[in-house]
């Protein structure tokens, strides 16, 4: 069961890293925004595309979404997103990465600590 939902959260995860990082690339080099604003714009608009996938195919969720399952999802997910900036930061500043490469690393790391939050905080059984 484990290994299914890890799959399909890799699978919705490919998804949403896709418009994720078609917005933070756009944001980044058609709008000339900062890149860690544009990682914050790339990282929520993802989000957002892939709450309904993995609460109702990942997880199979049948809770209603509650104010509750909400605040827990998007607490999951500021965590991943701060633990992203830093790392942002550090790569592109300190060890002179681009920030496509760095964004792209970022969420090679976000993916682990998204899984765990929301498979054990998120959408618990």
């Known amino acids: 069961m484990l290994r299914k939902q ?17 917005a933070f690339y756009i944001a980044l ?6 890149y860690l604003i544009a ?3 790339g990282f929520v608009v993802g989000v957002f595309v ?8 990942t997880f199979g969720s049948t809770e209603d ?3 509750k399952m ?5 607490s999951v997910y500021i965590a991943s997103l701060l633990i992203s900036l830093v790392f942002l930061r ?5 060890l002179g990465l681009s920030p496509e490469l760095a964004n792209f690393l ?3 790391i976000t993916t682990c600590t998204n899984f765990i939050g929301t498979k054990f905080f998120v959408f618990k059984k």
């Open 6 to 22: 890890f799959l399909r959260f890799i699978t919705v995860g490919l998804l949403s890293t896709a418009v994720s990082y078609s």
């Open 50 to 57: 892939g709450f309904s996938f993995n609460k109702n195919w």
């Open 90 to 94: 550090i790569t592109v500043e300190w």
């Open 65 to 67: 979404r509650s104010k």
């Open 29 to 34: 080099r058609y709008f000339s925004i900062n």
């Open 106 to 108: 970022a969420i090679g």
């Open 39 to 41: 990682a914050c714009v």
């Open 70 to 74: 909400i605040v827990r999802y998007f």
